[in-house]
């Protein structure tokens, strides 16, 4: 390698001595968490119960913690001034959404401007966040995945710990008997269940395919533990989710061609049963699909959310903001909020579409979509070039499988509160950043590896 690359391999024998010290890992491991479950996991502790933790006057304490995290990134990105301008430069696709979201303020309606005011210092502070964890990744040569799948095991453990001290605090107040643990709703809970699900199968097969030991034990463990938590949270997207993980599992592990075709039917099949799980889609007409609203205790429009999107759609085009949209935070709302009359003929206060592209078609329009859907295209396209075997290739796949599948039914695309949106955006860097490409990254650990075996 030396004879071929020798400037490679100098770059290689420099990073090698470039160690992260306890202060790093702390704030790497802090950020992800406060990026996770937000301030709120502090307040639980404490005892409190309250969904919304305004009503209890203590807004200005969420803020401060968040606040603190933002100045520590910009601290991050501050000592790393080189590093951060060629970041920011780089991600070119990712700056022009946030043009593109910032400028959609404008679109927003008088009365729901300081909400769109809000959301717009969100994005700046979780894209602050993101880019100094970025800087740290690359820095010292930390495998993200490697760090995600440590902080999910750390918030379990803590999770369980919540469900024993504060058991009856941690159900939702709203939606009576579905548990909601240190998160701000049961559906929430769910998504980080999958998510730790996903991230134990990728890193459990990265391992076989480095012919390691596996602690099965601990594996097993966390993954019960998961699951139980989907379990009582009562969220049957996420089961299902759990189902086509692990068929993405043994896709992967599986060796004969014919079993990978049996798996890529049930795949479909699967994709299918989900997709007409209703009779009162008006897009699809599948209404002698054999299924009861007692399968999984859920109705057959997947628990309203139909009417719902197609509610939407029909707002969207009655008041011809097809185009260009709402504006960020343009939509839902209260009084006044253009989604206030579908609240209404629904008897309750949805907050959202229930789907992430429907939700990206009310704030940016058409304009958003074909950009979102752009970017989506050269992040796949990419991630499809990528052969490599490193732990952060095989997380990007079931990630990204489990971001899309997500947003059918729920909405994370580019919401700032949404730690799944954020992960995205930091997968999304890693792909997009030519400076970032994981090829190269793997080369980088894999020559530290040998030179320090």
Known sequence: MRSVYPKRDFFLRQKKSTKPNLSVLLLIHLQLINIITGPDIILKFLGFRYDDVAEIGLGWFTFSINFLFILLGVFVLLNNKAKSLKLILEVKKIGFFLVLIFLSSFLVLENLFEQSLNLIFLTIGYS??????IILFDKYNIEFSSILLKVLKILMIVMLVYLVIFFGNGFSTTLIGRYQSVFNQPNTLGQFSSLAIAT????????SRRNKKFNNYSFFFFLLTAIAFVIISQSFTNFLLII????????????????????????????????????????LSFSDVNVTSSNFNRDLTLTGRTQIWRDVLDKVQFDDKTLCGYGIGGFWGKTGAPSSKIDNALFAEIGQSHNGMIDLYTQY??????LFVYILFTILKKLSKLKSNSAQVIFLNFFFVLFLFNNLVESS?????NFLNIIFILNTIYILNPKYLLEFRKAILNAINISQS
Request: charged share 10%; aromatic share 20%; hydrophobic share 60%.
């Open 365 to 370: 329009g058409l304009v958003g979509i074909s």
């Open 413 to 417: 695309y580019l919401q700032p509160k």
């Open 128 to 133: 602050i966040k993101i880019c100094s964890l």
């Open 200 to 207: 134990l199968f990728s890193d459990r097969l990265f391992i």
């Open 244 to 283: 086509l993980i692990v068929l993405m599992y043994f896709f992967y592990v599986l060796k004969n061609k014919m079993l990978h075709v049996l798996l890529l039917i049930s795949i479909a099949l699967f994709s299918f049963f989900f997709f007409t799980n209703s009779k009162d889609l008006s897009f």
